[in-house]
Antibody, heavy 116, light 108 residues
Framework: QVQLQESGPGLVKPSETLSLTCTVSGGAISNYYWTWIRQPPGKRLEWIGNIDYTGSTNYNPSLKSRVTISVDTSKNQFSLKLGSVTAAETAVYYC??????????WGQGTLVTVSS | EIVLTQSPGTLSLSPGERATLSCRASQSVRSSYLAWYQRKPGQAPRILIYGASSRATGIPDRFSGSGSGTDFTLTISRLEPEDFAVYYCQQYGSSPLTFGGGTKVEIK
């Protein structure tokens, strides 16, 4: 069974870059779409973006200028970088994968707090 | 972007009862690309339904999805104790993908 695990700093300072990695186990991750999603406390889930098996990326327009999603299939990992973060971006960040745009498998999520 | 509105916010029911959850879209969802997820505390969200009405692998047949266009429904025919959770709808037909605010199904 495919399992995903997010990892990275739980605390990031305002204006700095948030960096997270998702490690996938239980199967090869080639030919998938790799996705990042977040949920701030008390707010709804927000799609951050994805990268497909050709390397093509798709980002939420609200975040596009600050986001980079990349994948390393040799390590079964993909990553998220979000620059110039603010306190409003404190959230649980989820990684997910799917055969298409729809995320089929999700990680449990990791809380990232943006605070000085 | 497509805004999804879920109702009710909370559903208080007893095991064995029927649960009906609604998801309404601000505009038509292309090709019924509407999914439902279940999320329990401390667990990864689990996909239940995709394409508005297709059950994901391993999902019990007490879960069913219906609808098209802008109105979608998730029905749990008879609630089992493990079904008490938060449910989200998501549209994946248009970018950016968007989610509903969730419906919490709690034990009455």
């Amino acid at each position: 069974q495919v399992q995903l695990q997010e990892s990275g700093p739980g605390l990031v300072k305002p204006s700095e870059t948030l960096s997270l990695t998702c490690t996938v186990s239980g199967g090869a991750i080639s030919n998938y779409y790799w996705t990042w999603i977040r949920q701030p406390p008390g707010k709804r889930l927000e799609w951050i973006g994805n990268i497909d098996y050709t390397g093509s990326t798709n980002y939420n327009p609200s975040l596009k200028s600050r986001v980079t999603i990349s994948v390393d299939t040799s390590k079964n990992q993909f990553s998220l970088k979000l620059g110039s973060v603010t306190a409003a971006e404190t959230a649980v960040y989820y990684c997910a994968i799917g055969a298409g745009w729809l995320p089929d498998y999700w990680g449990q999520g990791t809380l990232v707090t943006v605070s000085s | 972007e497509i805004v999804l509105t879920q109702s009710p916010g909370t559903l208080s029911l007893s095991p064995g009862e029927r649960a009906t959850l609604s998801c309404r879209a601000s505009q038509s969802v292309r090709s019924s690309y509407l999914a439902w997820y279940q999320r329990k505390p401390g667990q990864a969200p689990r996909i239940l339904i995709y394409g508005a009405s297709s059950r994901a692998t391993g999902i019990p047949d007490r879960f069913s999805g219906s609808g098209s266009g802008t109105d979608f429904t998730l029905t749990i025919s008879r609630l089992e104790p493990e079904d008490f959770a938060v449910y989200y709808c998501q549209q994946y037909g248009s970018s950016p993908l968007t989610f509903g605010g969730g419906t919490k199904v709690e034990i009455k």
